[in-house]
């Protein structure tokens, strides 16, 4: 069996335990005009039949208000211990960039990146390796980097579509500490959570205790961890409040009992399936009922440690360590109500969301594999990919953002905005003026401020001015960016426009100055 092409797909949503609302109305609606058809050939009596018919089309046409628009959005997620290495010249492969359809969102969490104290500090100066890589990568595509969070080893980026960035809010980022009486970041997680199209979403990224007979310790540290993880907002102030969670990283659960020979057999021959029961994750998820509000797609994978390093060959060393799925992915949808403490009987279902939401999620993973492509690492990465069907809560960006005239660095430009909803505006708002494909919001090549001395009003629209000795003097495609300092994200964006070559580029020697069509 090929992962990539023949995993199944796992699905989970926030209206219904077996199937979407919408496929659950689409099966009623057939069956009622189904009946109407019966009606229409078979009614003797007129009026007997117009009464039928009248009664099955209201219901057909209450069945179709109950339709639920939605888009989808597709997720890649990528979870890898890295053991100190730099990270390849390309990762391709790991992004599936050439896939289709194309991506959304790419969520990347690592484990055990280089922080020594030198290359740690360095970092905080300036992005790490890991960081330029994927934004080198990702930039050209359209893809900008939302924000990042990093503890030591830990590190999370969360890369979008430029199309998305208005609609991604409320962004926050925190860290728990578990290596060490809690006290040093070599263990624990990062998380990121925001708002994305109205939609409460959080991405935890983890690295939990080491070793075999350290199962029990890992599901307390998780524990903690999504207890001692809070945020900064009314409505999704701790982990668990979020409408979807994605728990992922090297959560380090082994496989129990079986030797060493019968796991490498078991490997050999593609049954992985004789594993799966003495999966620690897995057999701890039958006994901890918070776990089992977590899902996560069958391991039709190799286990991705402990590999010979830039080899597809388990551990030979001495201490002959035995193969684990140590890197995993999980998600979990908010249930309807938690369980409480004094009723373990009532298990938490990650589709029991009331059925009437308004605006539900649809979580469906398409994909769970390996990457065995990669070996600078001891750990084999791990991809996910899911399709997000929800209903978009809004789909207008907070600011229109739009450049006026022409642009050129010979001279200075004007720029409009205007605030179209109430949000969180501050005078400490600032517009940004980026190159096509940048990486992330502080890549700009200058910007200005908002108006300073009051808050606009909705629907005003306001102009501001860029000096020319700030506008590139080469010009090209630009865009602009409206940025909030309370919602830590872009919340406007203008289309793209052509920024004029300078005389002034042509003067000073930076192009070829044309005389007749011809380069001088």
Same mark, same amino acid.
């Given at each position: 069996?090929?992962?990539?092409?023949?995993?199944?797909?796992?699905?989970?949503?926030?209206?219904?335990?077996?199937?979407?609302?919408?496929?659950?109305?689409?099966?009623?609606?057939?069956?009622?005009?189904?009946?109407?058809?019966?009606?229409?050939?078979?009614?003797?009596?007129?009026?007997?039949?117009?009464?039928?018919?009248?009664?099955?089309?209201?219901?057909?046409?209450?069945?179709?208000?109950?339709?639920?628009?939605?888009?989808?959005?597709?997720?890649?997620?990528?979870?890898?211990?890295?053991?100190?290495?730099?990270?390849?010249?390309?990762?391709?492969?790991?992004?599936?960039?050439?896939?289709?359809?194309?991506?959304?969102?790419?969520?990347?969490?690592?484990?055990?990146?280089?922080?020594?104290?030198?290359?740690?500090?360095?970092?905080?100066?300036?992005?790490?390796?890991?960081?330029?890589?994927?934004?080198?990568?990702?930039?050209?595509?359209?893809?900008?980097?939302?924000?990042?969070?990093?503890?030591?080893?830990?590190? =999370?980026?969360?890369?979008?579509?430029? @199309?998305?960035?208005?609609?991604?809010?409320?962004?926050?980022?925190?860290?728990?500490?578990?290596?060490?009486?809690?006290?040093?970041?070599?263990?624990?997680?990062?998380?990121?959570?925001?708002?994305?199209?109205?939609?409460?979403?959080?991405?935890?990224?983890?690295?939990? +205790?080491?070793?075999?007979?350290?199962?029990?310790?890992?599901?307390?540290?998780?524990?903690?961890?999504?207890?001692?993880?809070?945020?900064?907002?009314?409505?999704?102030?701790?982990?668990?409040?979020?409408?979807?969670?994605?728990?992922?990283?090297?959560?380090?659960?082994? @496989? +129990?009992?079986?030797?060493?020979?019968?796991?490498?057999?078991?490997?050999?021959?593609?049954?992985?399936?004789?594993?799966?029961?003495?999966?620690?994750?897995?057999?701890?998820?039958?006994?901890?009922?918070?776990?089992?509000?977590?899902?996560?797609?069958? =391991?039709?994978?190799?286990?991705?440690?402990?590999?010979?390093?830039?080899?597809?060959?388990?551990?030979?060393?001495?201490?002959?360590?035995?193969?684990?799925?140590?890197?995993? @992915?999980?998600?979990?949808?908010?249930?309807?109500?938690?369980?409480?403490?004094?009723?373990?009987?009532?298990?938490?279902?990650?589709?029991?969301?009331?059925?009437?939401?308004?605006?539900?999620?649809?979580?469906?993973?398409?994909?769970?594999?390996?990457?065995?492509?990669?070996?600078?690492?001891?750990?084999?990465?791990?991809?996910?990919?899911?399709?997000?069907? =929800?209903?978009?809560?809004?789909?207008?960006?907070?600011?229109?953002?739009?450049?006026?005239?022409?642009?050129? +660095?010979?001279?200075?430009?004007?720029?409009?905005?205007?605030?179209?909803?109430?949000?969180?505006?501050?005078?400490?708002?600032?517009?940004?003026?980026?190159?096509?494909?940048?990486?992330?919001?502080?890549?700009?090549?200058?910007?200005?401020?908002?108006?300073?001395?009051?808050?606009?009003?909705?629907?005003?629209?306001?102009?501001?001015?860029?000096?020319?000795?700030?506008?590139?003097?080469?010009?090209?495609?630009?865009?602009?960016?409206?940025?909030?300092?309370?919602?830590?994200? @872009?919340?406007?964006?203008?289309?793209?426009?052509?920024?004029?070559?300078?005389?002034? +580029?042509?003067?000073?020697?930076?192009?070829?100055?044309?005389?007749?069509?011809?380069?001088?």
């Amino acid at each position: 069996m090929d992962p990539l092409t023949d995993s199944p797909r796992v699905r989970s949503d926030s209206m219904s335990s077996s199937a979407s609302q919408g496929s659950r109305t689409k099966t009623l609606l057939r069956q009622r005009l189904s009946q109407l058809l019966t009606c229409v050939e078979d009614m003797s009596s007129d009026d007997e039949a117009s009464e039928e018919v009248s009664r099955t089309l209201d219901e057909a046409f209450q069945l179709c208000g109950r339709f639920i628009p939605t888009d989808t959005f597709r997720l890649h997620m990528v979870t890898w211990n890295v053991a100190t290495a730099e990270p390849p010249e390309d990762v391709t492969s790991l992004l599936q960039l050439d896939v289709q359809p194309t991506t959304d969102l790419y969520v990347i969490g690592l484990q055990e990146v280089n922080a020594t104290p030198v290359k740690f500090i360095s970092d905080l100066i300036a992005e790490d390796s890991w960081s330029h890589v994927f934004m080198d990568t990702l930039a050209p595509r359209g893809f900008v980097k939302v924000t990042s969070v990093r503890m030591q080893g830990l590190l =999370l980026l969360v890369f979008a579509k430029q @199309i998305h960035l208005p609609f991604i809010r409320n962004i926050q980022t925190t860290y728990t500490r578990t290596g060490i009486f809690g006290y040093w970041g070599n263990k624990g997680g990062v998380s990121v959570r925001f708002s994305f199209y109205g939609h409460m979403v959080c991405f935890l990224n983890c690295h939990l +205790a080491a070793h075999m007979n350290y199962s029990l310790e890992r599901v307390d540290e998780f524990e903690y961890i999504l207890e001692a993880q809070d945020f900064d907002l009314y409505d999704t102030p701790q982990i668990r409040d979020h409408k979807v969670v994605f728990w992922f990283g090297d959560l380090n659960f082994r @496989i +129990a009992d079986h030797g060493l020979h019968f796991l490498r057999s078991s490997i050999n021959s593609g049954r992985l399936n004789l594993l799966w029961n003495k999966d620690q994750l897995i057999m701890m998820k039958k006994k901890e009922p918070f776990l089992q509000e977590f899902e996560e797609g069958p =391991l039709d994978f190799k286990p991705t440690y402990k590999f010979d390093r830039n080899s597809d060959t388990y551990d030979t060393s001495g201490k002959k360590r035995k193969p684990a799925w140590t890197d995993r @992915i999980l998600w979990r949808i908010k249930p309807k109500t938690l369980p409480s403490d004094d009723d373990e009987e009532e298990k938490a279902s990650t589709s029991t969301v009331d059925g009437q939401d308004e605006f539900p999620i649809l979580v469906t993973q398409d994909k769970y594999t390996s990457d065995m492509s990669y070996g600078i690492s001891d750990h084999k990465p791990v991809i996910a990919t899911f399709s997000l069907d =929800l209903r978009k809560c809004f789909d207008t960006p907070p600011v229109h953002v739009s450049p006026v005239g022409v642009w050129s +660095a010979d001279q200075d430009a004007l720029l409009t905005y205007t605030v179209q909803e109430d949000f969180m505006s501050s005078t400490w708002d600032w517009i940004g003026l980026y190159k096509v494909g940048f990486k992330s919001a502080a890549d700009y090549e200058t910007f200005v401020w908002v108006r300073e001395d009051d808050l606009p009003e909705i629907s005003e629209v306001i102009q501001r001015s860029v000096e020319k000795d700030k506008i590139p003097l080469l010009g090209g495609q630009y865009v602009l960016g409206y940025y909030s300092t309370n919602m830590q994200s @872009i919340t406007g964006l203008s289309a793209s426009f052509q920024i004029l070559e300078s005389k002034r +580029a042509v003067m000073e020697g930076l192009v070829p100055e044309d005389i007749n069509g011809f380069n001088k």
